[in-house]
């Protein structure tokens, strides 16, 4: 109790954060075949992610993931219908044995995902945004195997065994931020849900890009396999299970 939480106990997390048992809760699953194209879906836009070498980041191991805060100078220019800001990014992965993806698509899980998250700069503060219905986006997209290296993780994954163990941090030097995500950012899903981790607020406007990111099996594999996490063991599985939909659409910005 009292703000812990593990994912080991999901079941009961609606006991101490009542969010959690809510109707907009996140992750979902993906039915391509009932989402509902929006031609209001422009492509998504970002601004200021090329960031200097000399602008140093702060990496945390949180014992449930691993965080790199953002400037608030990140912005997403356009894709949504307000103006968001960049809070931090962080990951969700499996583990040597099976996929960890948080949402799924047509049932199927990927290896891992990324969240870009995001808070509405008309509210007074990053708390209040938090409460707001729409005060948080997240950008997710999915980690998947592939046949090479990817240089853009490399900057997080070299830094990886500095924050092994919880409550660790280290900084990180500035690099192009949006090499994180994938090259095409005009195909997505749109929905309305909630944080995957307690406190469970449904605030969040999630995006979830269409085209995977690829990073080698070498990457996925020291991700997997390298921090500990709040129990002192492997933190490995980070991810919630999919929630109900509960009536909610979910759109799409192509065909
Ligand atoms: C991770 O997921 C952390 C949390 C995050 C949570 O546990 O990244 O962030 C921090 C700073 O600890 O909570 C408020 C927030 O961003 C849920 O985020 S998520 O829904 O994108 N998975
Ligand atoms: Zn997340």
């Known amino acids: ?12 997390w609606p006991l ?6 809510g109707q907009m809760q996140s992750p979902i699953n993906i039915d391509t075949n009932s989402t509902i194209f929006s031609r209001e879906l422009q492509p998504v836009v970002l601004a200021g992610y090329n960031l200097d070498p000399s602008e140093q ?7 449930h993931t691993v965080v790199l805060r953002l400037p608030g100078s990140l912005t997403i220019a356009s894709g949504y219908p307000q103006e968001y800001r960049a809070m931090q990014l962080h990951l969700h992965w ?22 870009m998250v995001y808070y509405n700069p008309s509210s007074d503060s990053i708390k209040e945004a938090m409460r ?29 065994h ?9 900084t990180v030097a500035g690099f192009n931020i949006e090499g994180l995500l994938p090259a095409n950012l005009g195909r997505y ?3 309305s849900g909630s944080l995957t981790t307690p406190s469970c607020y449904q605030t969040v406007n999630w995006t979830v890009f269409n085209q995977t990111v690829l990073l080698s099996k070498e990457q996925i594999s020291l991700l997997e396999t390298t921090l500990q996490g709040d129990d002192d063991k492997d933190l490995q599985n980070n991810f919630r299970l999919t929630q109900s939909l509960h009536g909610r659409k979910v759109l799409a910005s192509f065909q």
């Open 1 to 12: 109790g009292h703000g812990h939480w593990s994912y080991a106990d999901k079941d009961e």
């Open 16 to 21: 101490e954060f009542p969010d959690c048992g």
């Open 57 to 63: 980041l702060s990496l945390m191991n949180n014992g």
């Open 94 to 115: 499996g583990s040597p044995e099976g996929p960890g993806s948080e949402h799924t698509v047509d049932g199927r899980r990927y290896d891992g995902e990324i969240h």
């Open 132 to 160: 707001q219905p729409g005060g948080l986006a997240v950008l997710a997209a999915f980690l998947q195997v592939g046949p090479e290296d990817n240089v853009h993780y490399q900057h997080l994954l070299e830094q990886l």
């Open 162 to 170: 500095e924050v092994q163990e919880e409550g660790k941090e280290t």
């Open 189 to 191: 899903y749109r929905y």
